[in-house]
Nanobody
Framework: VQLQASGGGLVQAGGSLRLSCVVSGFTFDDYAIGWFRQAPGKEREGVSGFSSRDGSTYYTNSVKGRFAISSLNARNTVYLQMNSLKPEDTAVYYC?????????????????????WGQGTQVTVSS
């Protein structure tokens, strides 16, 4: 399984970005997929997760109402739509994937729930 993340960039506060993550090399029906971020000097933080079994999503409190995660589409791509961006959203964003597994709730935001990771894409929000 390979993940390729893209879509990061520089945006002003209040702006929007859409991150993409292409997942290749898997054939299982069930999966969990998550987005994480890591700012300089900080630990990796779970941002959002999606579970295919029941279509449930989960978000960390700081992004609720601003970010939206999608399911994998026919092109095996998952998106993270980020609106109303704030300077504190600045970080490297990673997508993560766990085939043949489904989770619910806050487990979707744990790095240990995933065994495949993308390379990261930088998001910088200027004030």
């Amino acid at each position: 399984v390979q993940l390729q993340a893209s879509g990061g960039g520089l945006v002003q506060a209040g702006g929007s970005l859409r991150l993409s993550c292409v997942v290749s090399g898997f054939t299982f029906d069930d999966y969990a997929i998550g987005w994480f971020r890591q700012a300089p000097g900080k630990e990796r933080e779970g941002v959002s997760g999606f579970s295919s079994r029941d279509g449930s999503t989960y978000y960390t409190n700081s992004v609720k109402g601003r970010f939206a995660i999608s399911s994998l589409n026919a092109r095996n791509t998952v998106y993270l739509q980020m609106n109303s961006l704030k300077p504190e959203d600045t970080a490297v964003y990673y997508c993560a994937f766990r085939p043949s597994r489904w989770y619910s709730g806050s487990v979707l935001l744990l790095p240990s729930s995933y065994n495949y990771w993308g390379q990261g894409t930088q998001v910088t929000v200027s004030s």
